[in-house]
Nanobody
Framework: QVQLVESGGGSVQAGGSLRLSCTAS???????MGWFRQAPGKMREGVAT????????RYTDSVKGRFTISRDNAKNTVYLEMSSLKPEDTAMYSC?????????????????????WGQGTQVTVSS
């Protein structure tokens, strides 16, 4: 059974930076991974995704140029570097492992393709 544990969330002022980590256990092969976020009253949205090798990534438009997703398969860990944070980035951030076994490109940002989720870590950005 896959287990995902996020860390690194917190409260920062606008313009600040945070680094989120997601450590996986319970499986021995690499899967496509994603970071998603959900703000109160809003639907969950895909923020950034990365294929199993780290060669391909995808970002939602609102974070392009500010967020970077990466992974270290030797440590079973996926990272989300967030900079130039804005109040609208405030949300619960969760990582997830996908079910497809293949890189879906733009579709990788859709939560429906993920079947293992972490509990999430809160990010709060104040103005």
């Amino acid at each position: 059974q896959v287990q995902l544990v996020e860390s690194g969330g917190g409260s920062v002022q606008a313009g600040g930076s945070l680094r989120l980590s997601c450590t996986a256990s319970g499986y021995t092969y690499s899967r496509n991974m994603g970071w998603f976020r959900q703000a109160p009253g809003k639907m969950r949205e895909g923020v950034a995704t990365i294929d199993s090798t780290g060669a391909f990534t995808r970002y939602t438009d609102s974070v392009k140029g500010r967020f970077t997703i990466s992974r270290d398969n030797a440590k079973n860990t996926v990272y989300l570097e967030m900079s130039s944070l804005k109040p609208e980035d405030t949300a619960m951030y969760s990582c997830a492992a996908d079910t497809s076994g293949r890189w879906l490109g733009p579709s990788s940002l859709f939560p429906i393709y993920y079947n293992a989720w972490g509990q999430g870590t809160q990010v709060t950005v104040s103005s």
